[in-house]
């Protein structure tokens, strides 16, 4: 990946936190139905979107990813856990919140919901992500190391 | 000076020194440690200078107690000494675990704290004058320490051995503290002295529900006595937070503000009480709400970063504000 001094035009990373039961699913389906979608993310599979804690994905911006992606089962009823993907949503909009008032553009981090039949919309929204994350430019926690001296 | 007395400083970065409070609070406990230490360094109660403790020899100190938090030069200079001149270093009260209330300027820059506390309407300064961290005054050249670019905890800048939070710490923590010291019956090191627990174990109220559909802010109420806070929709920090301070606001009828950091197992207390929030404001009728309507909802907690890292900003994951948005 190509990065240069000023940040203009780069490719960001992104950090995917997807559930087993629908997202993981519709990646894997995007996989073996052979879709192009942009190879800047990198995937975990969490068993369900609901078990992405807040700090999760504040270590991977701290880690330096310049966005992070969670993605489960769509509400309201098609979680695994029956109510996984409620909680998930409930914390991603305050952590939003949070965000926004540290300083950082609450659209690095971003929920998805894509069943298991979904691998092409998996691909649309890895693809409009990235995108999206270019015209951004890269995370501030990069390009800064912070809490030195 | 008996001879096995133990060598004991107290050291002071930015603080109140509410945490000196605290120790001379041993009361009746105070006279045992007295008569068992020798003060080889105390700013707020001895007079001893900074050229006494730059004499002494490096690990000379078997105990030092900092408290304050680390804003400028002149904090890590000290705390950097103390820890050369001590076998023990101790960080003393929240300021000095994670930060503390003072940790709340990395949300600010530099220049916005200088200008709020020199140039504000309400600060009688014609002139406009800041401090410039070096002046020339007539023949003398005159420095102020330099702020850092983000406040840290002890942690920040020195090896901590040991961390006693709270804001200020228990007393019974100090006599823990104390009498494990002085019979050399210590935890491992890097432990933190007091229960690894959350507050909630502790809590004497009742827990009945499981969820809130509405946050109601401390001064909108008089909190029912019996019932736990966060039932009644108060957003108490009991949750993602140590135990060890006797639930004394909690007792008081106030909401827990998390003054002594995050119990064993959590690194970030703000993430991890944003978790617990989220897990129990909203349940009712979600499947039927919207995105827009949960945000909405969310909107009620109006300064996550006030409320979540009041104690604990520059121990957190991301330490201090940037400037994207």
């Not at chain 2, 600010?108 to 504000?120: F, H, I, P, Q, R």
Request: hydrophobic share 40%; with cysteine; glycine share 10%.
């Amino acid at each position: 990946m190509i990065e240069n001094r000023k940040g203009d035009w780069f490719e960001p990373r992104i950090l995917g936190f997807l559930c087993n039961w629908c997202s993981y699913a519709a990646a894997d389906l995007a996989g073996m139905s052979r879709m192009e979608y942009p190879p800047n993310i990198r995937c975990v599979r969490v068993m369900c979107s609901g078990r992405v804690e807040p700090s999760f994905v504040l270590e991977a911006l701290r880690e330096g990813y310049d966005g992070v992606l969670i993605a489960g089962c769509h509400p309201p009823s098609d979680c695994h856990y029956q109510s996984g993907n409620l909680k998930a949503r409930r914390r991603y909009y305050l952590l939003r919140k949070l965000l926004r008032e540290l300083g950082i553009n609450p659209d690095r981090v971003r929920l998805e919901w894509a069943s298991a039949s979904e691998g092409q919309r998996f691909a649309e929204i890895v693809k409009d992500f990235t995108e999206r994350l270019r015209r951004l430019g890269p995370s501030p926690l990069k390009v800064k190391r912070v809490g030195a001296e | 000076m008996g001879r096995n007395r133990l060598n004991l400083a107290i050291g002071l970065g930015a603080t109140c020194s509410g945490c000196d409070i605290t120790i001379v609070d041993l009361a009746e406990y105070l006279p045992k440690v007295l008569s068992s230490v020798n003060i080889a360094f105390w700013p707020t109660a001895a007079d001893l200078k900074l050229k006494d403790l730059e004499a002494m020899a490096n690990g000379s100190i078997d105990l030092c107690l900092y408290h304050g938090a680390i804003v400028n030069e002149e904090n890590a200079e000290m705390a950097r000494l103390l820890r050369r001149k001590s076998k023990l270093m101790v960080a003393f009260g929240s300021c000095a675990c994670f930060g503390g209330v003072p940790g709340l300027a990395n949300l600010a820059t530099k220049d916005s704290l200088l200008e709020t506390v020199y140039g504000t309407p309400s600060t009688d300064n014609p002139k406009g004058l800041k401090p410039q961290g070096e002046a020339l005054v007539g023949e003398y050249r005159m420095a102020v320490p330099k702020r850092l670019d983000a406040v840290l905890p002890l942690s920040g800048v020195v090896e901590v051995d040991y961390s006693i939070p709270g804001c200020p710490p228990q007393t019974s923590q100090v006599k823990d503290a104390f009498e494990a010291i002085l019979s050399s019956d210590l935890p491992p090191r890097g432990s933190v002295i007091g229960p690894a627990k959350n507050l909630c174990d502790e809590c004497p109220r009742k827990r009945e529900g499981k969820s809130i559909s509405k946050i109601v802010r401390a001064h909108e109420t008089i909190a029912d006595q019996e019932r736990c806070l966060l039932d009644q929709g108060i957003l108490c920090m009991g949750p993602a937070t140590r135990a060890g301070c006797d639930a004394k606001c909690i007792k008081a009828n106030m909401r827990c503000e998390g003054c002594m950091g995050p119990p064993d197992g959590v690194g970030d207390q703000g993430a991890k009480m944003l978790g617990a929030i989220a897990s129990i404001l909203g349940l009712e009728g979600e499947d039927k709400m919207s995105e827009e309507d949960v945000a909405r909802l969310m909107d009620g907690i109006v300064d996550p970063v006030g409320l979540f890292y009041l104690f604990s900003l520059p121990s957190s994951i991301l330490r201090r504000r940037l400037w994207e948005v």
